[in-house]
Protein backbone atom coordinates (compact mmCIF):
# COMPACT_ATOMS: atom_id res chain seq x y z
CA UNK A 1 0.00 0.00 0.00
CA UNK A 2 1.17 3.49 -0.85
CA UNK A 3 -0.78 6.27 0.79
CA UNK A 4 -2.48 6.76 3.84
CA UNK A 5 -5.99 8.73 3.90
CA UNK A 6 -8.94 8.65 5.50
CA UNK A 7 -10.49 5.33 5.18
CA UNK A 8 -7.52 3.60 6.93
CA UNK A 9 -7.36 5.40 9.74
CA UNK A 10 -11.16 4.81 9.99
CA UNK A 11 -10.08 1.38 9.46
CA UNK A 12 -7.03 1.84 12.29
CA UNK A 13 -8.94 3.31 14.87
CA UNK A 14 -11.65 0.65 14.83
CA UNK A 15 -9.09 -2.19 14.82
CA UNK A 16 -7.42 -0.52 17.34
CA UNK A 17 -11.20 -0.06 19.54
CA UNK A 18 -11.67 -3.92 19.05
CA UNK A 19 -8.10 -4.70 19.83
CA UNK A 20 -8.21 -2.46 23.24
CA UNK A 21 -11.39 -4.03 24.02
CA UNK A 22 -10.17 -7.83 23.61
CA UNK A 23 -7.06 -7.28 25.57
CA UNK A 24 -8.97 -5.07 28.21
CA UNK A 25 -8.75 -7.63 30.98
CA UNK A 26 -4.83 -8.51 30.09
CA UNK A 27 -3.61 -4.42 30.30
CA UNK A 28 -5.65 -3.84 33.39
CA UNK A 29 -3.41 -7.70 35.05
CA UNK A 30 -0.44 -5.51 33.92
CA UNK A 31 -1.20 -2.41 35.60
CA UNK A 32 -3.00 -4.14 38.89
CA UNK A 33 0.90 -5.25 39.23
CA UNK A 34 2.75 -1.45 38.87
CA UNK A 35 -0.48 0.55 39.28
CA UNK A 36 -4.13 0.63 39.95
CA UNK A 37 -4.85 -1.83 37.45
CA UNK A 38 -7.78 0.71 35.24
CA UNK A 39 -5.25 0.66 32.12
CA UNK A 40 -7.46 -1.33 30.24
CA UNK A 41 -10.90 -0.34 30.85
CA UNK A 42 -9.84 3.42 31.14
CA UNK A 43 -9.01 3.00 27.50
CA UNK A 44 -11.88 0.16 26.69
CA UNK A 45 -14.17 2.51 27.75
CA UNK A 46 -12.02 5.56 26.00
CA UNK A 47 -11.83 3.59 22.68
CA UNK A 48 -15.59 2.30 22.38
CA UNK A 49 -16.86 6.05 22.87
CA UNK A 50 -14.36 7.06 20.13
CA UNK A 51 -16.28 3.91 18.23
CA UNK A 52 -19.81 5.28 18.98
CA UNK A 53 -18.76 9.05 18.29
CA UNK A 54 -17.45 8.55 14.82
CA UNK A 55 -20.52 6.16 13.63
CA UNK A 56 -22.54 8.81 14.89
CA UNK A 57 -20.34 11.89 13.15
CA UNK A 58 -18.83 10.62 10.27
CA UNK A 59 -15.74 13.28 10.12
CA UNK A 60 -15.13 14.16 6.60
CA UNK A 61 -10.75 14.49 6.61
CA UNK A 62 -8.13 12.91 8.57
CA UNK A 63 -7.68 16.13 10.66
CA UNK A 64 -11.32 16.03 11.90
CA UNK A 65 -11.39 12.29 12.45
CA UNK A 66 -8.26 12.75 14.75
CA UNK A 67 -9.54 15.89 16.51
CA UNK A 68 -12.47 13.96 17.27
CA UNK A 69 -10.48 10.72 18.64
CA UNK A 70 -8.32 12.87 20.68
CA UNK A 71 -11.51 14.99 22.05
CA UNK A 72 -12.91 11.64 22.68
CA UNK A 73 -10.21 10.47 24.60
CA UNK A 74 -9.86 13.72 26.56
CA UNK A 75 -13.19 13.44 27.77
CA UNK A 76 -13.56 10.01 28.48
CA UNK A 77 -10.39 8.59 29.52
CA UNK A 78 -9.22 10.02 32.39
CA UNK A 79 -6.06 9.24 34.39
CA UNK A 80 -2.90 9.61 33.37
CA UNK A 81 -3.27 7.43 29.94
CA UNK A 82 -6.37 10.17 29.06
CA UNK A 83 -5.10 13.47 28.48
CA UNK A 84 -1.40 11.81 26.83
CA UNK A 85 -3.65 9.82 24.42
CA UNK A 86 -5.82 12.76 23.74
CA UNK A 87 -3.54 14.79 23.24
CA UNK A 88 -1.42 12.60 20.83
CA UNK A 89 -3.99 12.31 18.70
CA UNK A 90 -5.06 15.99 18.96
CA UNK A 91 -1.39 17.03 17.68
CA UNK A 92 -2.18 14.46 14.91
CA UNK A 93 -5.20 16.14 13.93
CA UNK A 94 -3.36 19.68 13.85
CA UNK A 95 -0.56 17.85 11.72
CA UNK A 96 -2.79 16.35 8.84
CA UNK A 97 -4.73 19.54 8.47
CA UNK A 98 -5.33 20.11 4.76
CA UNK A 99 -3.85 16.46 4.03
CA UNK A 100 -5.76 14.06 2.80
CA UNK A 101 -3.03 11.47 1.97
CA UNK A 102 -0.04 10.65 3.85
CA UNK A 103 3.10 8.22 2.56
CA UNK A 104 5.67 6.35 5.16
CA UNK A 105 7.37 9.61 6.09
CA UNK A 106 4.26 11.80 6.06
CA UNK A 107 2.71 9.69 8.81
CA UNK A 108 5.67 9.00 10.59
CA UNK A 109 6.16 12.91 10.69
CA UNK A 110 2.58 13.16 12.11
CA UNK A 111 2.79 10.28 14.79
CA UNK A 112 6.48 11.77 15.98
CA UNK A 113 4.31 15.40 16.33
CA UNK A 114 1.87 13.58 18.64
CA UNK A 115 4.74 11.69 20.71
CA UNK A 116 6.20 15.05 21.09
CA UNK A 117 2.98 16.17 22.50
CA UNK A 118 3.30 13.43 25.18
CA UNK A 119 6.59 14.09 26.18
CA UNK A 120 6.00 17.41 26.87
CA UNK A 121 2.97 17.19 28.57
CA UNK A 122 4.14 13.82 30.41
CA UNK A 123 8.26 14.99 31.11
CA UNK A 124 9.02 11.20 30.11
CA UNK A 125 12.64 10.35 28.90
CA UNK A 126 13.76 7.46 27.29
CA UNK A 127 13.85 4.23 29.76
CA UNK A 128 11.47 5.74 32.36
CA UNK A 129 8.96 3.03 31.51
CA UNK A 130 6.29 4.53 30.13
CA UNK A 131 4.44 4.50 26.71
CA UNK A 132 7.20 6.79 25.18
CA UNK A 133 9.36 3.54 25.31
CA UNK A 134 7.40 1.90 22.91
CA UNK A 135 6.28 5.00 20.73
CA UNK A 136 10.18 5.85 19.63
CA UNK A 137 11.28 2.93 18.42
CA UNK A 138 7.86 2.30 16.25
CA UNK A 139 7.81 5.86 15.06
CA UNK A 140 11.59 5.69 13.97
CA UNK A 141 11.26 1.88 12.61
CA UNK A 142 8.07 3.67 10.04
CA UNK A 143 10.37 6.83 9.21
CA UNK A 144 12.93 4.06 8.07
CA UNK A 145 10.71 2.58 5.25
CA UNK A 146 9.65 3.84 2.18
CA UNK A 147 6.93 1.31 1.87
CA UNK A 148 3.45 1.92 4.24
CA UNK A 149 2.51 -1.63 4.58
CA UNK A 150 6.31 -2.86 5.04
CA UNK A 151 6.76 0.33 7.33
CA UNK A 152 3.88 -0.05 9.66
CA UNK A 153 4.23 -4.21 10.17
CA UNK A 154 7.79 -3.37 10.95
CA UNK A 155 6.47 -0.43 13.48
CA UNK A 156 4.27 -2.84 14.97
CA UNK A 157 6.79 -5.68 15.96
CA UNK A 158 9.04 -2.80 17.04
CA UNK A 159 6.24 -1.67 19.65
CA UNK A 160 5.59 -5.16 20.67
CA UNK A 161 9.46 -5.89 21.55
CA UNK A 162 9.92 -2.36 22.56
CA UNK A 163 6.40 -3.15 25.11
CA UNK A 164 8.53 -6.35 26.21
CA UNK A 165 11.70 -4.59 27.15
CA UNK A 166 10.24 -1.98 29.94
CA UNK A 167 10.23 -5.15 32.16
CA UNK A 168 13.58 -4.69 33.65
CA UNK A 169 13.12 -1.06 33.27
CA UNK A 170 13.08 1.14 36.92
CA UNK A 171 9.41 3.00 36.61
CA UNK A 172 10.39 6.69 36.70
CA UNK A 173 6.75 8.41 35.72
CA UNK A 174 3.42 7.77 36.40
CA UNK A 175 2.51 5.75 39.43
CA UNK A 176 4.57 2.92 39.09
CA UNK A 177 7.35 5.34 39.74
CA UNK A 178 5.74 5.08 43.50
CA UNK A 179 7.00 1.57 43.68
CA UNK A 180 10.83 2.33 42.78
CA UNK A 181 12.51 -1.08 43.02
CA UNK A 182 9.40 -2.94 42.97
CA UNK A 183 8.19 -1.84 39.29
CA UNK A 184 11.26 -3.96 37.84
CA UNK A 185 10.63 -7.15 35.95
CA UNK A 186 7.32 -5.94 35.44
CA UNK A 187 5.88 -4.44 31.55
CA UNK A 188 4.73 -1.27 31.33
CA UNK A 189 0.51 -1.16 30.43
CA UNK A 190 0.78 2.00 28.26
CA UNK A 191 3.78 0.90 26.25
CA UNK A 192 1.53 -2.18 25.66
CA UNK A 193 -1.30 -0.57 24.80
CA UNK A 194 0.89 1.26 22.17
CA UNK A 195 1.67 -2.14 20.84
CA UNK A 196 -2.07 -2.51 20.09
CA UNK A 197 -2.42 0.82 18.23
CA UNK A 198 0.28 -0.39 16.16
CA UNK A 199 -0.56 -3.63 15.41
CA UNK A 200 -4.12 -2.60 14.39
CA UNK A 201 -2.18 0.37 12.63
CA UNK A 202 -0.30 -2.37 10.23
CA UNK A 203 -3.51 -3.98 10.31
CA UNK A 204 -5.16 -1.27 8.58
CA UNK A 205 -2.11 -0.32 5.67
CA UNK A 206 -2.04 -4.01 5.01
P1 LIG B 1 -3.33 5.96 35.81
O1 LIG B 1 -1.88 5.64 36.08
O2 LIG B 1 -3.66 7.37 36.12
O3 LIG B 1 -4.26 4.97 36.42
P2 LIG B 1 -3.52 4.56 33.27
O4 LIG B 1 -3.44 3.33 34.09
O5 LIG B 1 -4.65 4.63 32.30
O6 LIG B 1 -3.52 5.85 34.19
O7 LIG B 1 -2.18 4.73 32.41
C1 LIG B 1 -0.93 4.34 32.92
C2 LIG B 1 0.11 4.47 31.82
O8 LIG B 1 0.31 5.85 31.49
C3 LIG B 1 1.49 3.97 32.22
O9 LIG B 1 1.61 2.58 32.00
C4 LIG B 1 2.43 4.77 31.35
O10 LIG B 1 2.70 4.14 30.11
C5 LIG B 1 1.64 6.02 31.05
N1 LIG B 1 2.19 7.17 31.76
C6 LIG B 1 1.99 7.54 33.04
N2 LIG B 1 2.65 8.69 33.32
C7 LIG B 1 3.29 9.04 32.17
C8 LIG B 1 4.13 10.14 31.78
N3 LIG B 1 4.44 11.10 32.64
N4 LIG B 1 4.60 10.16 30.50
C9 LIG B 1 4.26 9.19 29.62
N5 LIG B 1 3.48 8.15 29.93
C10 LIG B 1 3.00 8.07 31.18
MG1 LIG C 1 -3.90 2.90 36.04
MG1 LIG D 1 -6.10 5.22 37.42
Known amino acids: MSAFSLSQALAWIKAAAQSIDANAAHLSELDAAIGDGDHGANMARGMAAVTKKIDSAPPADLA ?3 KSVGMTLLSSVGGA ?3 LYGGFFLELGKQSAGKTELDAAGLAAVLGAGLGDIRRRGKAEPGDKTMVDALIPAIDALAAA ?3 AQGTAKAAETARAAATATAPMLARKGRASYLGERSI ?3 DPGANSVALLFAALAQACA
Open 64 to 66: ALF
Open 81 to 83: SGP
Open 185 to 187: GHQ
Open 146 to 148: SDL
